[in-house]
Structure formats: C-alpha cells, structure tokens
C-alpha cells in the first residue's frame, strides 16, 4: 500500500487484537472500538505477543508501525476507514445492529469483513443498507501468525470489494481462501469441527486422554498436514497408481462400520473422476517421486526446527538424539563431531551457507568443552566458555545429504583461553571443506564476564593442548 | 541396544520398506520377505529415500547400517528375529495363515506387530498358537520420519512383550501411542476418515477444490496441529477462564445444523470435566501465557523451516517479504540489512548462536551484491561471489526479539575481490554487537571456479569502494 491505509477493528477479543496487531505491524493505522472497559489491556497483550513474533517470521524488517487509537463511538472509528473488521460476539441481531451504525458513517468502497463463523454472508447481508460490502473473512487463531483468511460472499456482493479486500489481505501476509458457495461454517471449522465431535468419543469411551489424542494427531498426520494437507498427502500416498486408483481404493472404507454413525457421500465414478482431475490440476507437475522428496524436506525442516525449539516430535528427536551422542576418543586430533548436513542448512546458491559452517564448528566445540569436563552440568553450574573470534576459511562446497567429520585441536589451553583449530573433513575421501580457528573464553554465566574456570577443567584442557602441541597439520 | 538385533520384514510395499528403513538406519538387521517380484525395487525406492532423508533429523551420526536380506521363505526371514513386522494386504484370513506360518518357527518372545489399520487386535489374534506375541503396530508414512505408532493389545497380549515393543520402539526413534481399548481404525485414522468424509461432500458439493481444501488445512489448523495438536490448542484459545470454561461454551455448536447429518455424544458436566481434568493433567503446569508464547515459538519456527524450503505457508512468506525489501541508499556505511532476531536462531546459552552471525553477514553481503548489481538476475545468468574467508568478532550477545542493523563498508574491489566489513548493531541503541570481515571471489557457478566480474558490477564495486575508502571507522 502506498497511501496511508487505516483499519477499524470492531470488537477487541483475541481474534480483533490479532487483526489489529496484523493490520498495525504492516503499517496500517489502527482504530478499535470495544466497549469492553477491559478491551485496552486485552488488546495490548495480544499486541505484546504479536510485536515479539510476527517480525520474527521475516529476513527483513518490517514496515514502521501505524498509530493505534481506542474510541469511544463506533462513528469515530469507522470514518474514513478502508477496512473495517467486525468480531463481535456470535448474535445475529447484534451484528446485523452493528452493520447498521457502520454504513451509516463509513465509505461506501470500504471492506466490511466478519470475523464469525458460526454465520453465512447472506445472513450477514440481511436487512443491509449496501449488502455489497458486507462478506465473511474468518481468521484463524493466532491471527498475528497464520495466514489464512476464509473469504466468503454472495451473489449480492460487490465483485470488485471483494477483489480489493483479497488484495488488502495478500498486502498485509494473509491468504484471502475464496470459498465459492456459502456453506454453514466455510471450510475448515467443519474439519475441525468433524475432529472434535470424534474426540469427544474417544474420551468418553475411555479409548484415549486429551494428552493422547493430542500425541496421535501431531506425532502424525498434524505435522504432515501442516505442508500438504489432505489431497496431496493422499495423492503421494496412492504413489504411481495414480490419484484416481487411490479413491478407488478409498472407497470400501467408507462402508467399514466405524463410519456407521455418519452420513456418507456416494463414492460415484464422477465424484472420484472429479478428484482425480483436481488433484492433477494441483499436483500434476510433479512426478510422485518429486512430491515424496518435497514432503520429505518440509518435513525434516519443521521437525529440526520443532527439535531446536525443543516441542513436539523436535522434543522426541532431542530424546532420541542422547543415545546417538558418541563417546570422544582422545586422539590427536578428536574426531570432535560425525553427523550428516540436513536440508534445512542449505541456501539459493544449493550448497550449505556459510552461517551453518559457523554452527557446526560451534556444535565441534560443546564436544570439546564436553570433553574437558565444561559439560551440561558444568553449564548449568553457571560457566562456559563464549567464542570472542574465529577465521572461518572456505575451502570446498558442501551440500545437504552430505556426511562430514570435525577433526578438532586444542592449540591454546591457558587461563580464561581456550582456542581449537577445526577442520571440517567430508566423511567419504577425507577432503578438507573448510578450517575455523575458534578463540573462545571462559565465562561466568552469572555476570557474562570471563573468569577462570575450575581446577578440573583447567587440567583437562592444559593436558589436551599439550596432547596437541607440535602435531602435524 | 547393546547386542545385535534383527527385524523380519513380512510384506515389502512403501509401509513395509518405511519398517525396514526404520530399523536399519538404526543398526538392526533386516530380513524382508514379500513374494512381490517387484519388492527388491520397491524397498530400494524406500530406502534410498530414508537414507537421505532420516539422518538429516540429527546433529549427530546415525549407527552403522545392519545387514539388509532378502529371503524366499517366511521360516529363514522370522527365525530367531527379534521384531517381526507384518504388512500384508488387509485381508484377514491372509494375516491369520501369515501368523500361523510365523509362530511355527519364531522365538516366542518376539514381538510380532501388524501394520493394520483395519483390524484389531482381537481379531488378529483369533486361532493363534501364542496370541499374546501378536499386537497392533500402526505406523503412519512416511514410516521412516514420523514418529507415531499406535500400539494396541488385547487382555490376551502378553503384557512384557507389549512393553518390550514399546521399549524398542522408543530405541529406534518411534513414539509408541499405547491405546487403552481396541477399537476400529484405533485413534488417528478416526479422525482422518471423518475430514476425509468432509472432504468429499466439499468437493462433491462444489464449495471448494482439492487444492482448496489443502490450502485451507496447511495454511490454518494444520500447523497448529502440527506442534500441539487438538486439545492443547484449546485450552490456548480457552484463555484464561480455563477449559472447562471453553468445552461448556461449545456445547451449543454441536446442535447447530452442520452437525445434524452425525450422531454426537450428550456433553454432560461429567464429559465436560473429565476433559478438563485431563486437559489440567496435561498442560496445567504452564499458564496460558506461557502456552501462548511456546505456541508462537513453535510456529515460528516451523513456519520459518517452510520458508527455507519455499513451500506451503513457507512460499507465502517469501511472495510477502518481497514487498518487505528495501531499496538501499548509497550511502557510508551502506546500511546493508535491517531485521529482528528470530527464535530458531538462538542456542541453549539463551542467545544467537553463533554460526547465525554468519548467517545474517552472509544476508547482508548478499544485499551488497544486489547493490553492485549482482542480483538474483545476475546469479541466475551463471555468476556469483562465493565467500571463501570470515574474521568474525563477537562483541556482545544477542537475544531473540531484538532489531539490529547492519552496517557495511567494501573495503576491496579489485577484480575478482569483494572484501566487506560489516558491523551488527543493536538498533535501539547503535551498541556494536559483532563485526566480520569477510572475503569473497567471483566465480562462474558453472566451472565453480573464480573468474572476472561483469564490467558492470566491476565497476560499481571499484565505485564502492573508492566511496568507502578511508571513511572514519
């Protein structure tokens, strides 16, 4: 947007808050109405989260924010403005009410859009001065975060309001989804709401706990879902066969008695035509074996960052990992570090980018602090040592799939210092892909000044430089 | 495991090679039998697959493989085997002869599990010799990434050999969802088959396409799911009135028309509170704000994994971070970068890790390129500068929300040389946080070998650096 653009935000719950800190954060003025006398303090702490997290998401920074307003009538905050966001609780009579004060004041091209979604735009229209402006954009919670909107309108909808509010929404990183017929709760409350009322069994039957149930979704299908969804998966699922061979298939399950319960579409050769061809639309570009490799790395890459957040499956891998941890050899030189170069440590131009050198000499050298005892529980006794300088040398590409040794020298060992010579050696001829010389000093934890460090790991690290001293490079 | 152990494979497709994969890239040895004449290839397929893709879930080396065989009988594959894996066709009297086969020549301590997702394990273990051996073992693909299997037994299951799968399991990186009752399609597939019934009345019914429904799931809920699945992203939404609070509040939905066409269990204060109490015994130990902060944090992070591999709400990300980059100004130092720290690049010392500094000297230098005109059209056409040397200083921490920028000086341009000095300052405040000097050479990214400059970019970067030459430091 290039003039300044400014939102009203009816209603200042989590869901307006998350509009309003979307809106104010892509640098959007911001003016919210909520006679709630808590709305100002709720709104802010939606603010405070959304402030520490929606710029993190991004490699540049973010606009400056707009100017944030409360007011005291919906006049006031309505006027002039180019989008006006409605989140009011789920009464029809109330809403309809609502729309009535806005269209008396605001811009006739203004977007008014609903946050509800219990309601049909067509009800929403109902009674409206101009039901042309009045269409359903349901966010998804937290609204700072996820970029999906469900856009729905009408046949009494103006076509080219709506157009300019799925452009607004792109402007600000949300994803306007067009819903192309109104249906009693769009799209994905009714997955949702599917899911829940089946969970609701299970734990009534005793079959699972909320905690279980929680495991058996993001353990499994929830991770796969959060990159391809439903259609996809299943189509690289049905593998060469083909998408309309795996509907085929599908099709006696529907008749398995744990679909009793329900009321089943008739699984006809059109309606599995139908998907088949919608999902070569989709997908037909890739060849399976292209789609299993795009899973596979959106994978890896949401469960390694999940594992360095520490959640999750990222907490199981983290678990897992410890029985992986070798033991050192004292050699000369340690062979400090053995691990494969994942997929999400490449960059554009296709070989590891020169930040994850940085990290994995740094992942070589808590071995070799390990090593001379400045272990977790030293660290968490509240010292370490911190790296003050290295010269990294670049010497070969490297690329993901790759296994690499660190080979590791301790080439001063004194007082607060500590200083290690890598190489990163690639695991099958031994060529040298890079050397970093790591100065590193002891610190106190506490008051992130240096120190000496214990007695104990002052001699294991004096008998390593020692150990290492003269040797061949 | 300390000793030797082997996995028999019954049933080599892309499940039964995700089991093989699985085992063997965790040391065991693995015998497969499938009278497919086609399965060497097909395991092959799955294998290739799993090697390159599962070590790249650890920061440390995988074992050694163990011994990987194929065998014409099912007695050579089962004898003497430690975990027996069926993945036969879902035909019951097929599974019952494949058991009877097994049991007359395997240990009667191994664990015999079934890949079925449509069969319990009641029914598995009807006629069997030993039915305690026999339980369900329901992996979720690709087998060889995702951690959940739901484990189900029966009162006639052996209850040391249950656990013994379990432990196993847990050693080869699996998560085993013990189920507490038999019921069919168990816990996960519920739930898939009722968005999948969902799914088709939506397409059926022309309210949206299949990569419409993707959409609608990966860009929503899906990754919501992903990290905290059903119940915990609830009791977040519940805020702080709690749970019980958030179910009683649903119950009205589950009248609503959408749910007419399925049966719906009554939601008694008693159900009410039982999800409550296990949704405290779950999550009670963190405040909602707390919830809300690792919620973010997760998504963060896997929204930013996305966003490096291109894909799903990851490729939204970089289309809306175009409309984020900025023009530079031409000034000295140049201001090459302007960003927050994110949550994935911090380490366990609570701040940037330090092959992040790399990284964002690494952006910024690849903002000077752009500047000189070696831009994303100009690596495109086969040139680029490849960073061979780094001096990097590390003055002060860096933490997670923090602005900093980066100022960039080039300090030679000669030829084939592009020498920058970037600093890192902390936005708020100008405190120099890090500075790297870094050394780069033009290379023709099709040799991958140095080569001259366009005259172009030749010439502004002599520019540059004239500019920059003797500029107050």
């Not at 800190?21 to 003016?31: P, Q």
């Not at 069994?201 to 699972?208: F, S």
Request: with cysteine; proline share 4%; hydrophobic share 40%.
């Amino acid at each position: 947007m290039s003039k300044e653009m400014t939102a009203a935000i009816i209603g200042g719950g989590v869901i307006g808050g998350g509009w309003a800190a979307r809106f104010l954060l892509n640098g959007w003025n911001v003016r919210i109405f909520d006679p709630d006398p808590q709305a100002q303090r709720k709104v802010g702490e939606v603010l405070d989260n959304a402030r520490h997290a929606l710029p993190m998401l991004y490699d540049y920074a973010m606009p400056f924010e707009g100017v944030l307003s409360f007011h005291d009538t919906l006049e006031q905050t309505v006027e002039d403005a180019d989008w006006i966001q409605e989140s009011v609780p789920e009464r029809l009579e109330m809403k309809h009410r609502v729309y009535a004060e806005i269209q008396a004041v605001c811009r006739e091209d203004a977007v008014i859009g609903s946050s509800t979604s219990g309601y049909k735009p067509s009800e929403l229209q109902q009674g409206a001065a101009r039901p042309g402006q009045i269409m359903v954009c349901h966010p998804f919670n937290p609204v700072y975060l996820l970029p999906l909107i469900e856009v729905v309108a009408t046949d009494a909808s103006d076509p080219a309001i709506v157009d300019r509010a799925a452009d607004i929404l792109t402007s600000v990183g949300l994803y306007p989804l067009r819903v192309r017929k109104e249906i009693d709760a769009h799209i994905a409350d009714r997955f949702l709401e599917a899911v829940w009322r089946e969970a609701l069994w299970l734990v009534k039957d005793g079959i699972a706990t909320t905690e279980e149930i929680d495991n058996s979704i993001r353990y499994g299908f929830g991770i796969r879902w959060a990159q391809m969804g439903l259609f996809e998966t299943y189509r690289v699922a049905g593998g060469e066969a083909g998408m309309k061979h795996f509907i085929d298939q599908f099709g006696p399950c529907l008749q398995w008695p744990w679909t009793k319960l329900t009321d089943v579409p008739e699984l006809t050769d059109e309606l599995a035509q139908m998907i088949a061809d919608q999902s070569d639309a989709q997908s037909g570009h890739l060849t399976i074996r292209q789609l299993e490799r795009k899973r596979d790395g959106n994978l890896i890459a949401m469960m390694r960052a999940l594992k360095q957040q520490g959640n999750a499956s990222g907490r199981l891998l983290n678990e897992h990992e410890k029985r992986l941890r070798p033991v050192l050899e004292p050699d000369n030189p340690l062979v400090s570090l053995r691990r494969v170069i994942p997929t999400d440590w490449t960059d554009v131009n296709g070989h590891m980018n020169e930040g994850r050198y940085g990290q994995i000499f740094s992942d070589a050298a808590e071995e070799v602090m390990a090593f001379v005892g400045a272990d977790d529980a030293y660290v968490a006794g509240g010292l370490s040592y911190f790296t003050v300088e290295t010269v990294t040398k670049y010497l070969a590409e490297t690329h993901a799939g790759e296994a690499v040794e660190i080979h590791s020298r301790v080439t001063e060992g004194k007082g607060r210092k500590l200083r290690c010579l890598h190489e990163m050696r690639r695991a099958s001829d031994g060529e040298i892909l890079a050397t970093c010389d790591q100065l590193m000093l002891h610190v106190s934890l506490e008051t992130r000044r240096t120190c000496d460090p214990g007695p104990d790991v002052a001699a294991r690290v004096a008998a390593l430089a020692a150990a290492h001293e003269g040797a061949d490079r």
